[in-house]
T-cell receptor
């Protein structure tokens, strides 16, 4: 089945130790998004790619970086995780029409020790 | 200013009853899309229903319907015949502009279905 896959589902890292979260899609969608979601809050958009065009949200900390080597894959790199970065990280994809919804992966829950 | 408002942080409903979750939005665009998502405790965001700004009829998908009142900028989700599995967070979201890339989410409503 076509889908959005995130690995790993659970990630534990140490304070300050770099971590990479991955997302892949078989939907061939132009746009890929990374969201951070803390408990009982709305997802907060970190950045998105439209094809290879990277779009960073103004309030996304420099500690967060992203790579999209091809249409199918997108990575979220957290260079020096702090305790405040513990959250669920959601990847989503979409085509580029206002009628098109986002399709979400299952998320990666990040714990920072 | 918030673009999406969900005024009900939490709602309770009896099993088999209908429930309405409120959503109001703010945009100056003529063309936009409105979406509802369900997020169970497992964390995955599940798309429920879509309403386009030019759609004259309210959207329906099974037990879900969207009460779209464009002049009031309101897009309430109605769940008929609630089931225990409907207990989850519900998010209203908007996609502005034709070919706009960004989705804006509301703060969510936690729905609890009582047996």
């Amino acid at each position: 089945d076509a889908m959005v896959i995130q690995n790993p589902r659970y990630q534990v890292t140490q304070f300050g130790k770099p971590v990479t979260l991955s997302c892949s899609q078989t939907l061939n969608h132009n746009v890929m998004y990374w969201y951070q979601q803390k408990s009982s809050q709305a997802p907060k958009l970190l950045f998105h790619y439209y094809d290879k065009d990277f779009n960073n949200e103004a309030d996304t900390p420099d500690n967060f970086q992203s790579r999209r080597p091809n249409t199918s894959f997108c990575f979220l790199d957290i260079r020096s995780p702090g305790l405040g970065d513990a959250a669920m990280y959601l990847c989503a994809t979409s085509r580029l029409r206002d009628t098109d919804t986002q399709y979400f992966g299952p998320g990666t829950r990040l714990t920072v020790l | 200013a918030q673009k999406i408002t969900q005024t009900q942080p939490g709602m309770f409903v009896q099993e088999k009853e209908a429930v309405t979750l409120d959503c109001t939005y703010d945009t100056s665009d003529q063309s936009y899309g409105l979406f509802w998502y369900k997020q169970p405790s497992s964390g995955e965001m599940i798309f429920l229903i879509y309403q386009g700004s030019y759609d004259e009829q309210n959207a329906t998908e099974g037990r879900y319907s969207l009460n779209f009142q464009k002049a009031r900028k309101s897009a309430n989700l109605v769940i008929s015949a609630s089931q225990l599995g409907d207990s989850a967070m519900y998010f209203c979201a908007m996609r502005e502009n034709n070919y706009g890339q960004n989705f804006v989410f509301g703060p969510g409503t936690r729905l609890s279905v009582l047996p």
